[in-house]
């Protein structure tokens, strides 16, 4: 059984793959990450979606603490997806066609994360794409990223 969370809030359980919505995920994100669910779900024992790390960024201006609170929640980094099992925590890029971008992005989450969670478990990184080039395929395995093409 798997449990998704947004944040710090629970999320209604309910089975992952009948969602037609998960947090910070678009529409075609949502249709390569159910299709990644039906081949993987059952090896994690939870999800969390759109997960919040990093400072953020304060205003230039001086304004109300409600603001700068604000603007910072909304400029912080956000996780797509956070898997874990129960000998690991996997942070998880979504997109389709993955680029070393991704790679950049998941490598500053894992960075961000750790600082703000403290995790025990060992922190792995994966890409979950429809497709990635040979190149950016052979860049995710130097640095042993996970690639799921679904």
């Not at 209604?12 to 993987?40: C, G, Q």
């Not at 898997?83 to 066609?97: D, K, S």
Request: glycine share 6%.
């Amino acid at each position: 059984m798997s449990i998704s969370r947004c944040g710090d809030n629970r999320m209604p359980t309910i089975p992952l793959l009948n969602r037609s919505y998960f947090p910070h995920l678009m529409k075609e994100e949502t249709e390569i990450f159910v299709r990644w669910l039906a081949k993987y779900e059952d090896l994690y024992l939870a999800f969390d979606f759109d997960i919040r790390v990093g400072e953020g960024a304060i205003p230039s201006s001086a304004v109300t603490d409600k603001i700068d609170a604000g603007f910072k929640h909304l400029t912080q980094k956000r996780i797509d997806v956070v898997g874990t099992q129960p000998e690991a925590i996997t942070i998880f890029e979504v997109r389709p066609r993955a680029t070393q971008t991704a790679l950049g992005n998941l490598l500053g989450y894992a960075t961000l994360y750790r600082d703000k969670f403290r995790p025990f478990k060992p922190v792995k990184l994966g890409v979950i794409t429809d497709r990635i080039s040979a190149d950016d395929r052979a860049i995710m395995d130097s640095y042993n990223v996970d690639v799921y093409v679904v």
